[in-house]
């Protein structure tokens, strides 16, 4: 509540920080069951359900204090391979740094988005499902290598 009414927060060592320049942002789920049970009904019906739960479940001081509210509408597989190619790309090179050369296909790719890709939680799994399958792969290399 400081943060909204005052858009300052004082922290543990007595500090005072002046937010007033700052966008704050919260993010939740929820309302987000009642949403994918409503997979074919209009974004609109879908945004004021969601929108009812939030009234329901915080308390009207702090939705009150709420400037704007957005629903989020689910992400398209499109959306999360776009998701999924981005972060196979930064671990790529995170591993190239670390002396990793890996070569990824278009059915590794595959593989993780059938991983990484949920329909609730959106991305949130990818980039597990990237990390893990790219790590075993140095794994794998490694360990083959010390083998032979």
């Known amino acids: 509540m400081q943060i909204l009414d005052d858009a300052s927060i004082t922290l543990a060592s007595g500090e005072r920080k002046n937010l007033s320049g700052y966008y704050i942002v919260c993010t939740s789920n929820i309302g987000a069951a ?13 945004e004021r359900t969601v929108l009812a739960r939030v009234n329901q479940t915080l308390r009207p001081e ?12 689910r992400l398209p597989y ?17 591993l190239r740094k670390l002396g990793h050369e890996i070569t ?4 590794d790719v595959e593989t993780i988005l059938r991983t990484g890709f949920h329909k609730t939680l959106g991305a949130r799994p990818m980039r597990g499902a990237v990390e893990r399958f790219l790590q075993d792969r140095v794994a794998g290399g490694l360990l083959g290598g010390m083998s032979k």
């Open 34 to 46: 009642e949403a994918m049970r409503m997979q074919s009904a209009p974004f609109a019906s879908i």
């Open 62 to 73: 702090l939705v009150g204090r709420m400037t704007e509210k957005v629903v989020f509408a």
């Open 78 to 94: 499109a959306v999360q391979r776009e998701i999924c190619e981005a972060m196979i790309a930064g671990e790529l090179a995170r």
């Open 104 to 107: 990824i296909t278009p059915d």
